[in-house]
């Protein structure tokens, strides 16, 4: 049996991805034990899995509050900001190491003290992508190599100016293949893929209003949610339709915000997406991976308005797939990190153009349910462990 500590940064989004896995593998009785800042307990310890704090308290929910301008840094400048933290989340990580005495160490990609712990230990490392720009060492490089460079040198490392040892021994990712468009060069380290499988859908908690109309889904996530003006307009533009609509507005925001809603718009800080989607004909959003893969998996068009973060990556990997329209003003620039909405341009009428587009073409929904045959016909979590089972023997 294996000891698998696991290092992840205090999100959501961040973490949802890898409890398939880190339950699979509890399941078959290796001892997992996941580390990250203590805001994120409640969720890991609802999950089934043993919590040790690491590092500063905080949550990507409310990020601004330990890393000032967060929301407001874009894709590259928050990339750096986890790569700053790492040297501060390491020597509770190799404290915490040093007593587990782990056989492997689990990270997903941008949880960085990890990586530096496994230099500094010796231990076999592994990453679990969450998202669309998780596996290319060149591409981390060229974003944020400088403040990884200045990470190893605060724990102490050689420089790695290409960052070959960053994905450790291998990657495990359920990214669809059909959404992969950047022209990298190829990793290598072995790639694993697996399907994240989705709950069971419960009823939804109110009675349908519209129950013969589609059900769109809204959602800006549990990060970026905080983009109220942009919520709004989103709910205006799809309140209009002839549909039902379900807008989630996320712990920190108060589904009041955003005004005086008809009866066919149902707001919500949180309904379990699993239980929305089961239900809707389409979803519009921020292009979070987590939102995408879950309408992607039982076959649901988008409506994309990427903001930040791997957003504008995973948006313009549904558009070019076939399965999203965008809101995003321009075409894909060279820059595809700059695919970004400008929320103060989206209008009510753009938003109702392009969801009625959605729900009435059917080459989105043909898309996206190809995309769901192939999320399907991957692998479940647990078949990845031989393979990490083979990474520890050969230590």
């Given at each position: 049996?294996?000891?698998?500590?696991?290092?992840?940064?205090p999100?959501?989004g961040?973490?949802?991805?890898?409890?398939?896995?880190?339950?699979?593998?509890r399941?078959?009785?290796?001892?997992v034990?996941?580390?990250s800042?203590?805001?994120l307990?409640?969720?890991v310890e609802?999950?089934?899995?043993?919590?040790?704090?690491?590092?500063?308290?905080?949550?990507?929910?409310?990020?601004?509050?330990?890393?000032?301008?967060?929301r407001a840094?874009?894709?590259?400048?928050?990339?750096?900001?986890?790569a700053?933290l790492a040297?501060?989340?390491?020597?509770?990580?190799?404290i915490?190491?040093?007593?587990?005495?782990p056989?492997?160490?689990?990270?997903?990609p941008?949880?960085?003290?990890?990586w530096?712990a496994?230099?500094?230990?010796?231990?076999p490392?592994?990453?679990?992508?969450?998202?669309?720009?998780?596996?290319?060492?060149?591409?981390f490089?060229?974003?944020?190599?400088g403040?990884?460079?200045?990470?190893?040198?605060?724990?102490?490392l050689?420089?790695?100016?290409g960052?070959?040892?960053?994905?450790?021994?291998?990657m495990?990712?359920?990214?669809?293949?059909?959404?992969r468009?950047?022209q990298?060069?190829?990793?290598?380290?072995?790639h694993?893929?697996?399907?994240?499988?989705?709950p069971?859908p419960?009823?939804?908690?109110?009675?349908?209003?519209?129950?013969?109309?589609?059900?769109?889904?809204?959602?800006?996530?549990?990060?970026?949610?905080t983009?109220?003006?942009?919520?709004?307009?989103l709910?205006?533009?799809?309140a209009?339709?002839?549909v039902e609509?379900?807008?989630?507005?996320g712990?920190?925001?108060?589904?009041a915000t955003?005004?005086?809603?008809p009866?066919?718009?149902?707001?919500a800080?949180y309904?379990?997406?699993?239980?929305v989607l089961a239900?809707?004909?389409?979803?519009?959003?921020?292009?979070?991976?987590?939102?995408?893969?879950?309408?992607l998996?039982?076959g649901?068009?988008?409506?994309?308005?990427p903001l930040?973060?791997?957003?504008?990556?995973?948006a313009?990997g549904c558009v070019?797939?076939?399965?999203?329209?965008s809101?995003?003003?321009?075409?894909?620039?060279?820059?595809?990190?700059?695919y970004?909405?400008d929320?103060t341009a989206?209008?009510?009428?753009?938003?109702?153009?392009a969801?009625t587009r959605?729900?009435?073409?059917?080459?989105?929904g043909e898309a996206?349910?190809?995309?769901?045959?192939?999320i399907?016909?991957?692998?479940?979590?647990?078949s990845?462990?031989?393979?990490l089972t083979?990474?520890?023997?050969?230590?």
């Amino acid at each position: 049996m294996m000891r698998v500590l696991a290092s992840v940064l205090p999100g959501t989004g961040h973490l949802l991805p890898l409890l398939p896995t880190l339950q699979a593998l509890r399941g078959a009785g290796d001892t997992v034990l996941v580390a990250s800042a203590e805001p994120l307990r409640a969720e890991v310890e609802a999950a089934g899995l043993d919590f040790t704090a690491v590092g500063p308290s905080w949550h990507e929910s409310d990020a601004d509050a330990l890393l000032p301008g967060f929301r407001a840094a874009g894709s590259v400048g928050q990339l750096g900001m986890f790569a700053e933290l790492a040297p501060r989340v390491l020597p509770d990580l190799l404290i915490l190491a040093d007593e587990m005495r782990p056989h492997l160490l689990l990270r997903e990609p941008y949880e960085f003290a990890a990586w530096l712990a496994a230099e500094r230990t010796g231990l076999p490392m592994v990453v679990h992508a969450i998202g669309a720009i998780s596996g290319s060492p060149v591409l981390f490089a060229a974003l944020v190599g400088g403040p990884l460079s200045d990470a190893r040198l605060a724990a102490g490392l050689p420089a790695d100016p290409g960052l070959s040892t960053l994905y450790g021994r291998g990657m495990i990712t359920s990214y669809p293949p059909s959404l992969r468009f950047l022209q990298l060069p190829p990793s290598e380290v072995p790639h694993q893929l697996i399907r994240l499988p989705m709950p069971a859908p419960a009823e939804l908690p109110f009675e349908r209003v519209r129950p013969g109309r589609p059900l769109v889904y809204v959602t800006l996530g549990t990060v970026f949610n905080t983009a109220v003006e942009l919520l709004r307009t989103l709910v205006e533009g799809v309140a209009g339709l002839d549909v039902e609509v379900v807008v989630t507005t996320g712990p920190t925001v108060d589904p009041a915000t955003l005004g005086p809603q008809p009866a066919h718009v149902h707001a919500a800080r949180y309904i379990a997406q699993q239980d929305v989607l089961a239900a809707a004909a389409a979803v519009v959003c921020h292009a979070g991976v987590g939102t995408v893969y879950g309408a992607l998996s039982v076959g649901l068009a988008l409506v994309v308005a990427p903001l930040a973060a791997d957003q504008p990556i995973c948006a313009l990997g549904c558009v070019l797939a076939g399965a999203a329209a965008s809101l995003s003003p321009v075409p894909p620039p060279q820059d595809v990190l700059a695919y970004v909405t400008d929320p103060t341009a989206v209008t009510a009428p753009q938003v109702s153009e392009a969801t009625t587009r959605v729900l009435e073409t059917p080459g989105y929904g043909e898309a996206a349910r190809r995309i769901a045959a192939e999320i399907a016909a991957a692998p479940p979590p647990s078949s990845v462990r031989p393979w990490l089972t083979s990474l520890v023997d050969e230590v």
